[in-house]
């Protein structure tokens, strides 16, 4: 490993395919595989060798939709069979009784759901395809019936934000161990979105709420994703209260002290083999196909970059915070066309550069 990095995550696409059409997708995923096919079974066992060799991160199974894949168990038992955690993020509506039986035959520790309303007529908008809401509440159900653990992820845009506690509400009542409330990074689709990203003013709001909301729940663990400034939130309230909250932990979360991760802790491996520093960074460090997920890992330029916090600009480069928050390199990329600048979407003057403008 390389200093204090290593790779505890992976989320690996496994296909571009999906049955729905979902208006943030990152990958802008469609009912074909087009200029992205699935790469073949034999090498995805040996990509899972390459990462076994290496080190016993969790992976998560993800695309499009996983389940789209015949040989989707086949990839997950060989993984669980090195030895390595293997999970499965799913948008819920292929999800059937046998496919329970398969998820846990296979050795998938972990499911993900994608829930983006609290009903159907804002779950299916956002998801571009009615009744998506119901099957993924059915298949909710079937994870309950079969004694599968499953987490809950939930995607917000002005088009939703109104449904965030609602939301929130639904997947405990569903029996979640976790709750993830992402905020919307624009890459693929999300791209002809920008102007339903919720302004920096009510992301602050939001991720205050979350803060409240945070502290009173003791039954599942709540994380907002894509937010790394929450983390400069919480160290500035429990300054302001005195105390501190204990955080409860998931035994597979990626998170809890520490913002921005791309590259640092996490990683996304597309369907072409680039390994890029996550889902929403659509920059490569390097391809799978070419060398090992190691040399990539250790060695790439672009990951050392965004572990040096020396090299930040702008804002983030002058914050006190820079180590707990770090600003989301993603939005920066995407919205600054430099992964190093400034964070837009937060809104925190740093303590250094108030002082000069006196």
């Known amino acids: 490993m390389i200093g204090n990095f290593e790779p505890k995550w992976i989320a690996w696409e496994i296909t571009r395919r999906c049955n729905l059409a979902c208006v943030h997708c990152r990958s802008s995923s ?37 389940l789209l894949r015949g040989d989707v168990f086949d990839i997950a038992r060989y993984g669980t ?13 292929l999800v059937t009784a046998e496919i329970c039986g398969k998820i846990k035959e296979a050795g998938i520790r972990m499911v993900s759901l994608s829930l983006d309303g609290a009903s159907g007529r804002v779950h299916d908008d956002f998801r571009k395809q009615e009744g998506a809401f119901t099957g993924t509440i059915n298949a909710a159900g079937l994870f309950r019936k079969h004694g599968i ?44 979105i920008m102007e339903e ?21 003791d039954t599942m663990l709540v994380r907002p994703t894509c ?49 890029l520093p996550c889902s929403y960074f659509p920059k490569a460090a390097g391809n799978i196909r070419v060398k090992s997920f190691r040399d990539i890992w250790e060695d790439s330029d672009l990951f050392r970059e965004l572990r040096d916090f020396r090299k930040y600009r702008g804002r983030c480069g002058s914050c ?35 002082r000069q403008d006196r």
């Not at 069979?81 to 509506?93: E, P, Q, S």
């Not at 302001?240 to 996490?266: D, W």
């Not at 820079?322 to 740093?350: I, K, N, Q, S």
């Open 81 to 93: 069979d090195r030895g390595l955690r293997m999970c499965l993020a799913t948008n819920g509506t």
């Open 149 to 192: 653990e499953f987490l809950v992820n939930s995607s917000f845009t002005r088009r939703n934000q109104e449904d965030i506690a609602a939301v929130y509400r639904l997947a405990k009542d569903l029996g979640a161990a976790a709750w993830y409330m992402f905020m919307i990074v624009p890459t693929g689709r999300g791209m002809d």
């Open 30 to 66: 469609g009912t074909e595989a087009g200029e992205h096919p699935d790469f073949s079974t034999e090498e995805a066992y040996r990509i899972i060798d390459d990462i076994s060799s290496y080190a016993m991160p969790v992976v998560v199974l993800s695309g499009g939709e996983p």
């Open 197 to 217: 990203l919720i302004p920096k003013e009510d992301y602050e709001e939001i991720l205050e709420w979350h803060y409240q909301m945070e502290k009173n729940e």
């Open 320 to 354: 006190e915070y820079t180590h707990v928050c770090g600003g989301c390199r993603a939005r920066a990329y995407a919205m600054c066309g430099d992964y190093l600048d400034e964070d837009p979407f937060c809104g925190h003057v740093p303590r250094r550069l108030n």
């Open 227 to 275: 937010a790394p400034h929450y983390y400069r939130i919480v160290l500035q309230k429990q300054k302001e209260e005195g105390k501190k909250f204990e955080r409860r932990s998931l035994k597979f979360s990626t998170g809890g002290s520490k913002g921005c991760i791309a590259g640092q802790m996490i990683a996304l491996i597309d369907v072409d083999g680039n390994v």
